[in-house]
């Protein structure tokens, strides 16, 4: 099992930063790769990065560039680095890791989820 707490949420104002960190614990030997996604008011829960163990990163579109997604293996932790955040990226943020593939799909854990307010 593993487990996934995230930090680093809270209220910034337009242009601002954040980083976001997830630590896994458990048996963080099984997980495949991590990432964050996020989740706003009426909105399914999104991606918004991932990153496999050896560090290749994904980012979604609206993120690209202005955020950057890492990993500690030695850790366990991800991080979220958020520069220029527009109000539009207000959202809960969920930490996820990726624990393999079953016959019925993707066997996932997910942090408690961390807020994120981008707002003046």
């Known amino acids: 099992q593993v487990q996934l707490v995230e930090s680093g949420g809270g209220l910034v104002q337009p242009g601002g930063s954040l980083r976001l960190s997830c630590v896994a614990s458990g048996s963080t030997f099984s997980i495949n790769e991590m990432g964050w996604y996020r989740q706003a008011p009426g909105k399914e829960r999104e991606l918004v990065a991932a990153i496999t163990r050896a560090g290749s990163t994904n980012y979604a579109d609206s993120v690209k560039g202005r955020f950057t997604i890492s990993r500690n293996n030695a850790k366990n932790t991800v991080y979220l680095q958020m520069v220029s955040l527009k109000p539009e990226d207000t959202a809960v943020y969920y930490c996820?890791?990726?624990?393999?593939?079953?016959?019925?799909?993707?066997?996932?854990?997910w942090g408690q989820g961390t807020q994120v307010i981008v707002s003046s």
């Open positions: 996820n890791a990726v624990l393999g593939w079953s016959i019925s799909g993707r066997l996932d854990s």
